[in-house]
């Protein structure tokens, strides 16, 4: 979907997205048949059509045509089907909450509807703010150590003046502003390994050994990371972190041993949140025998299941499906409204455009025209890949609740959010994927570092 010859006027421009502007087309197409679906089932009612009904599709139809409009005058080249991917994504997401009477107000209308029209033209934003490289800046020295004090700020304050609720930590109106560490720890991350990738390379002589005093800073911080999240209940979110800064350390420095120490580690720390930590506990329990306590710990997992093997191949029909009957079915558990009002057909394509903007997003990251685009682009999809494979192996049971949202799909505002930036960053870097000499140079100097330190 990209070239390697960049267009030059906007006449050229707009050829060169022509693919994009034929499969946003088809997405639309996809999302409108849905909400014809949906005001024709029972949920809606036929004859009952209001303007108010019309207006979560207009503005999602007005988002991709200034989306696109943006991208053809910008003379961006960044990925196309990543833009298609996540436009289809955003565009269910909507069409599911509205299924799910998210934007439900007789009165006035929801200011929930502009989420994810808005989160659309927010990630174009940011994607052309930094396109052609102005990502980078992100990178300077005097940004490095300001996002680890932003992460850390945001924890502190969540935690002085959030309430708790259903094991979490929110703010007002339900807000959750530590979803934001998903970026602004991978940017640290990234430009810490980009800065350090000679002395976190060198293992030593003769018995490898990992280079402590490189890693001390990164080590300082992640304990403190992770006693706050602990102290938190966030789990799921240190697991996710844990597992990107594994595979960043990996990838920067080519050096297999992180992702040995971070598998012993990851064992360890199990054992111990085991036990400091009780609803760990009562999550692997549900998990393993959720029969257990049927009515209890169990409930969601067992009435999702439910729900998903009522749908069977094609599903029960798009509104005509009981998701009332599953706890916090808009959020954690949204994958299994889909499968009981869609079936495994509708699960299926979900997953399908998932795994598209997985690989254009790991695609990006190995054309990515620096060390350090590189591993931002790395870190920011394997957020988004660790994020839907816990949400999606919860509610499938292959892996124990985590409490995650479905990017881009499941209700909450601080994740939608979190995700559209993610995405306006990856597509910045994606924009222009030949390989320059500034990543090649990084390469060698890492190569040369090692066989300097030989004994």
């Not at 960049?6 to 048949?33: H, T, Y």
């Not at 289809?88 to 069409?95: I, N, P, V």
Request: aromatic share 14%; proline share 5%; charged share 10%.
């Amino acid at each position: 979907m990209t070239r390697n010859a960049p267009p030059i006027g906007v006449a050229q421009a707009w050829e060169f997205r022509a693919a994009e502007r034929s499969l946003l087309g088809w997405c639309l197409l996809c999302i409108a048949v849905g909400f014809l679906m949906l005001w024709g089932s029972s949920a809606a009612g036929p004859g009952r059509i209001e303007w108010r009904d019309l207006l979560p599709l207009g503005l999602y139809t007005l988002s991709l045509l200034i989306m696109h409009g943006l991208f053809v005058v910008s003379n961006f080249r960044g990925d196309q089907l990543l833009v298609i991917a996540v436009a289809f994504l955003s565009g269910f997401g909507m069409l599911m909450q509205y299924r799910m009477g998210y934007y439900d107000n007789q009165k006035t209308i929801s200011i929930n509807i502009l989420l994810f029209p808005f989160g659309l033209l927010f990630m174009t934003g940011l994607a052309l703010s930094l396109m052609r490289g102005r990502y980078r800046t992100l990178a300077q020295s005097h940004w490095i150590w300001v996002w680890p004090v932003v992460s850390l700020g945001l924890l502190i304050l969540l935690l002085a003046f959030g309430q708790r609720f259903r094991g979490g930590v929110y703010t007002v109106g339900f807000f959750t502003p530590t979803e934001l560490l998903k970026v602004s720890i991978v940017l640290f991350v990234a430009g810490f390994v980009d800065r350090n990738a000679n002395p976190l390379s060198d293992w030593g002589r003769g018995m490898p050994w990992p280079p402590w005093r490189a890693l001390l800073p990164l080590a300082g911080f992640w304990l403190v990371l992770a006693v706050l999240l602990v102290i938190q209940r966030d789990l799921g979110l240190f697991i996710i972190l844990s597992f990107t800064l594994l595979t960043m350390l990996f990838v920067g420095t080519r050096r297999y041993g992180y992702l040995l120490i971070g598998g012993f580690g990851g064992i360890g720390l199990a054992g111990v949140l085991h036990w400091i930590a009780p609803h760990g506990e009562h999550r692997i329990t549900a998990w393993l025998d959720p029969f257990q306590d049927p009515t209890g710990g169990s409930w969601q997992i067992l009435q999702g299941l439910s729900g998903m093997y009522a749908g069977g191949l094609w599903g029960e029909g798009f509104g005509r499906g009981n998701p009332e009957y599953t706890p916090i079915a808009q959020s954690d558990f949204i994958y299994s409204v889909i499968g009981e009002e869609l079936g495994f057909a509708g699960c299926f394509i979900v997953v399908l455009f998932f795994l598209i903007l997985f690989d254009r997003g790991f695609s990006a990251s190995a054309r990515a025209r620096c060390h350090y685009g590189q591993l931002v682009s790395l870190g920011l999809i394997t957020i988004l890949a660790a994020q839907s494979f816990l949400n999606l192996g919860g509610v499938t049971k292959l892996v124990p609740l985590t409490g995650i949202p479905l990017p881009f799909v499941s209700h909450g505002g601080s994740s939608l959010l979190t995700g559209f930036v993610a995405l306006g960053v990856l597509l910045a870097i994606s924009d222009g994927t030949a390989p320059s000499s500034e990543r090649k140079a990084t390469a060698r100097s890492v190569r040369g570092y090692r066989r300097s330190n030989r004994p």
